[in-house]
């Protein structure tokens, strides 16, 4: 963990995670519990467990600093990979895929190298009020076999600034 991780959680009052990976907000809004997303997929974790954002903008940036795995063709979802081997994926709202990209702009490319707070999407929140069933955002660890333990947080956060989770892997 960083010198500035160590500020930030004892500023917040979070206590020091020894040897975690922390996980920063990849869109700024309201953290949600991911079983609130109306999608069973998310919300049974059964692609992995994690958090939902109920998202404010115009940007998705990277989480953690890592490699751009795959960018969907739509470009509402993501996966990155950190140094560590921590696996993420991050789906912008629920219905989202139907859209054929409408409403998302890629700004970043697979393989691509990244640190914590690059942007990654841009979205077009208004148009994507009107056209999808939710905008809750799902942050989901991929590995889950490898995860020891995660520590959520909670409440109002802002991309690239807030830890969202901490994980030990």
Do not use: C
Not at 34 to 54: L, M, N, Q, S, W
Not at 59 to 78: L, M
């Amino acid at each position: 963990m960083g010198f500035f991780s160590r500020i930030r959680r004892l500023i917040s009052g979070q206590p020091p995670v020894s040897g975690g990976i922390d996980v920063y907000a990849p869109v700024s809004g309201e953290i949600v519990a991911i079983e609130k997303v109306p999608d069973v997929v998310f919300a049974e974790k059964i692609v992995g467990d994690g958090i939902a954002i109920a998202p404010k903008g115009t940007q998705i940036f990277a989480p953690v600093d890592g490699t751009i795995g795959k960018i969907f063709e739509t470009n509402h979802a993501f996966s990155i990979e950190s140094p560590q081997g921590l696996e993420l994926f991050v789906h912008f709202g629920v219905g989202t895929v139907e859209l054929r990209g409408n409403g998302f702009k890629r700004l970043a490319e697979e393989g691509q190298q990244v640190k914590v707070g690059d942007p990654i999407i841009e979205f077009d929140l208004e148009y994507l009020k009107n056209h999808v069933e939710s905008l809750l955002t799902p942050v989901v660890l991929a590995n889950m076999e490898d995860i020891k333990s995660i520590d959520k947080r909670h409440g109002s956060i802002e991309a690239g600034k807030d830890i969202i989770f901490s994980v030990q892997l």
